[in-house]
């Protein structure tokens, strides 16, 4: 079987009240918290513009300067047959004010999180998303110390999925 493989970039907004994170509501119901980004689309003229459209989507952020990618994730779920690889960028300059217009419905809340919150908030999140940004929240190395992380993802259902990290 063939796997469909699609691109993702997430991106690293900061300022004095914390790291801006998103609360989504996945297909199944579920929610989670993540940095803003999402799926980078054909039309898309490359993967800052994807990630710049995305952020501005979820967050009405607009983002003029980018860093990075500071690392890279790649998930194979096999068994629902899909790869995602994820570049993450750090935005260095940005405008606005953070309001929700979500075109695709999944981003539901957005605030600006203390580092006393990250753990809490990161905690539902699918570990492909959790250790990388929990790594990088702590180590903070930049766009020329780029890593990398990947991930097997097995399990039928939802409730049943295992992760298991393996090597980039």
């Not at 710049?52 to 790649?74: F, K, Q």
């Not at 702590?138 to 295992?162: L, S």
């Amino acid at each position: 079987m063939s796997l469909a493989e699609f691109t993702v970039a997430g991106a690293l907004v900061e300022s004095d009240a914390g790291l801006l994170l998103v609360r989504n509501r996945r297909r199944n119901g579920s929610l989670d918290w993540s940095t803003p980004g999402g799926v980078i689309d054909a039309t898309d003229a490359s993967v800052l513009d994807g990630l710049a459209r995305e952020v501005r989507e979820e967050t009405g952020l607009e983002v003029s300067s980018w860093e990075g990618p500071l690392y890279e994730v790649r998930a194979t779920a096999s068994e629902w047959g899909w790869v995602m690889r994820c570049e993450v960028y750090r935005a260095l300059e940005f405008a606005g004010e953070v309001r929700l217009d979500d075109p695709d419905g999944i981003v539901i809340e957005a605030c600006f999180a203390t580092s006393d919150e990250w753990p809490t908030l990161l905690d539902c999140c699918s570990p492909w998303v959790r250790e990388p940004l929990a790594d990088w929240l702590e180590h903070r190395w930049g766009p020329d110390q780029p890593r990398g992380y990947a991930y097997d993802v097995f399990g039928g259902a939802h409730e049943e999925v295992q992760v298991v990290r393996t090597a980039p």
